[in-house]
């Protein structure tokens, strides 16, 4: 059987303080202790094998060592290389990171932080795009705002649509440098895979990709955008209707890597080739990438810093009434999906 579990009562009768003396020791309280009476106590609790209480302590300093992390896929390896930036920062920080996960649910997203906020959580890093739904955002508005009052901290990789400090990408004006850099290439067809309709960052994608064409002279119907999952096996499906209806563009934009890799695997089983047949493009050059053949165009997000700039605004002393927000560039990258026509 497993030992009996050593209380804090003990740890008080051990050291020959009163509980409330061993509580503020081993709790964190605010109210001071002696260091005699401090170092008697810990004495006694390493001595008993006492395994402090992580809930008494949180309330205790109305604080926790836990740093939340929202984000919308973990499987999704755009969210687990920002994730890894997070987790680096706050480990570095003496902290423990704790996950959840939307599955691409708005209201979950709230429902997270206000778990988070009953644990008492240091500070919370959202990973993921704002709903276009704006009582969605208003209720999580009202909850980080309840999350701040309790002495809390949030910050966002994200769309700066909430009172947090945030680390915007360069969403449209990436997209739009790589319709620009694909018209130079000779495409003048096009469809792009746009993943879901209600996300910010597919439609500022949507948005960036049809100016980047408008500017060099080409025009995107609406029929050539196609919305759908933001997962690889989106991307799959959504092509394989695609190569089903004979289409004649000669380039699938897809607004992230996992599509356009879904896409590719979708022209590889109906025979078709890439570049030759068609050229295919994607956006965040996720690490993956590297063992992919042929390379992926696509625009590069770094995405691990992206985290680490979040975490480190989420931990900082900046006054959380001065909202900041960082702008990250993006850098279009030509590799052998594509070819000149």
Do not use: W
């Not at 208003?138 to 901290?153: K, M, N, S």
């Amino acid at each position: 059987m497993p030992g009996r579990q050593i209380t804090l009562a003990e740890v008080a009768q051990h050291a020959g303080v009163s509980l409330a003396t061993a509580s503020r020791v081993i709790n964190g309280s605010t109210r001071q202790v002696s260091d005699g009476l401090r170092d008697k106590v810990l004495a006694s609790a390493d001595s008993l094998g006492y395994l402090p209480n992580a809930s008494a302590q949180a309330l205790a300093r109305n604080s926790s060592s836990l740093v939340g992390l929202v984000v919308h896929d973990i499987a999704d390896p755009y969210f687990s290389s920002i994730a890894a930036g997070v987790t680096r920062v706050a480990e570095d920080a003496g902290l423990v990171v704790v996950l959840g996960t939307t599955m691409r649910k708005s209201e979950r997203e709230r429902e997270l932080l206000s778990t988070l906020r009953a644990h008492r959580a240091k500070a919370v890093v959202m990973i993921g795009s704002r709903s276009t739904q704006r009582s969605v955002t208003a209720r999580l508005h009202d909850e980080i705002v309840a999350f701040t009052e309790q002495g809390g901290r949030v910050a966002c990789v994200s769309q700066a649509r909430l009172p947090v400090d945030t680390v915007v990408p360069a969403n449209r004006a990436g997209a739009k440098a790589l319709a620009v850099a694909l018209a130079e290439l000779g495409h003048r067809k096009f469809i792009v895979l746009g993943g879901p309709e209600e996300l910010v960052t597919s439609r500022d994608r949507v948005a960036g990709f049809r100016a980047g064409l408008a500017e060099s002279g080409v025009e995107l119907p609406d029929k050539s955008i196609r919305y759908g999952e933001f997962t690889r096996d989106g991307g799959y499906d959504t092509v394989t209707e695609l190569l089903a209806e004979s289409t004649d563009a000669t380039c699938v934009f897809a607004v992230n890597d996992v599509m356009a890799l879904g896409a590719m695997a979708a022209m590889r089983a109906a025979g078709v080739r890439v570049p030759e047949d068609m050229s295919v493009a994607g956006f965040d050059d996720i690490p993956t990438l590297r063992d992919v053949s042929p390379t992926l165009t696509t625009v590069r997000l770094p995405l691990e810093e992206m985290g680490a700039r979040a975490a480190h605004m989420a931990l900082s002393d900046h006054p959380i009434d001065e909202p900041r927000t960082v702008r990250i560039q993006a850098q279009v990258v030509l590799r052998e999906s594509t070819r000149k026509i």
